[in-house]
Each structure stands twice: as structure tokens, then as C-alpha cells.
């Protein structure tokens, strides 16, 4: 059986193997390892990976897995691979920000061709005598700036393009 999963945005591609009964083989790239497995009630394992034994528990709900493995914990998303796939998507995709509101640019902040954060501030907007931080909605590229210091936008004016 060949599975992937993710991990801090990293597919890792793994192939397990039943070589006896409570046997498996469990391959990982050019990595191999021996597990045996013991079932000792409904939410709790015994694996020996290789001589080492490591007493598992597994709890499960509709959104993840909290797994303790010799008392630490790690909790895993469960995502479908349209999920998985799509939030990738989303990241690279070029976006569009306009102004929900007519204003006045007051400073750019950020230059064309600038690599910018999600949440950083690339331009301040003053609409209603207030001055308004324009933040980044992801991480990446500044690649078009609309107006400049001073001009007037009117509401769904594009302010910046980011990708």
C-alpha cells in the first residue's frame, strides 16, 4: 500500500509492506524499517520499529488525529487532497487588492518588484481622516502598483497586485 502525507508543506511518500502477520515493512525514500505491531485495545498500539518500542495512542475526531507516542503529542489536520492541493494554489495565485472605500494614497510603502510578507504594510490610505495600513494579503511579489502618492482612489479602485 503506497500512502503520502504532509508535513510543515513537505509531501512524504511512504510504502508499507505486510511481511508476516502484526508485520510490516515500511519504506520511506531509500529508508526501510521493520515494524511489528501490537493492538493492545481500541485506541492503543505497541510498535517495535527496528528493535526500538514505541507505545502509541491514537484519538481521532472529523477534523484530525492527536497521536501520543511515548507521551508527545502531535496533532494532524485531516485534509483531502483537493484541500491539500487547492491551499497550495491559493498561495501562488496572483491577487488583486482594491480599495473598499474612496481615499487618498498618503505613502506607497512597498516598490514594484519588492518581495513582500503576509500582513506587511505596502501602502497607507487616508479615507474618512483616517490613515489606513494596506497589508499584503499573502507572501510574494509586488508586481504592479496602481496609484501613487497623492492621486485619489474611488471604492474598487486596484490598489496593488501580489503574487
Request: aromatic share 4%; glycine share 6%; net charge positive.
Amino acid at each position: 500500500m503506497n500512502l503520502s502525507f504532509w508535513l510543515n508543506d513537505k509531501e512524504y511518500k511512504i510504502s508499507l509492506k505486510e511481511t508476516a502477520k502484526n508485520q510490516i515493512q515500511v519504506s520511506l525514500g531509500k529508508r526501510k524499517f521493520k515494524v511489528a505491531v501490537e493492538v493492545l485495545n481500541e485506541d492503543e498500539i505497541l510498535l517495535n520499529i527496528n528493535g526500538k518500542v514505541y507505545n502509541t495512542i491514537i484519538c481521532s475526531n472529523t477534523s484530525a488525529y492527536s497521536i501520543c507516542v511515548n507521551g508527545k503529542s502531535f496533532d494532524i489536520e485531516k485534509k483531502s487532497a483537493s484541500q491539500i492541493l487547492s491551499a497550495g494554489a491559493a498561495k501562488k495565485q496572483k491577487r488583486d487588492v482594491k480599495t473598499s472605500m474612496p481615499g487618498k494614497i498618503v505613502k506607497i510603502l512597498a516598490a514594484e518588484g519588492s518581495e513582500v510578507n503576509e500582513g506587511q504594510a505596502v501602502l497607507i490610505l487616508e479615507a474618512m481622516k483616517m490613515q489606513n495600513e494596506i497589508k499584503s494579503p499573502q507572501s510574494g511579489k509586488i508586481v504592479q502598483i496602481g496609484p501613487k502618492a497623492g492621486d485619489s482612489v474611488e471604492t474598487g479602485a486596484l490598489l496593488f497586485t501580489v503574487e
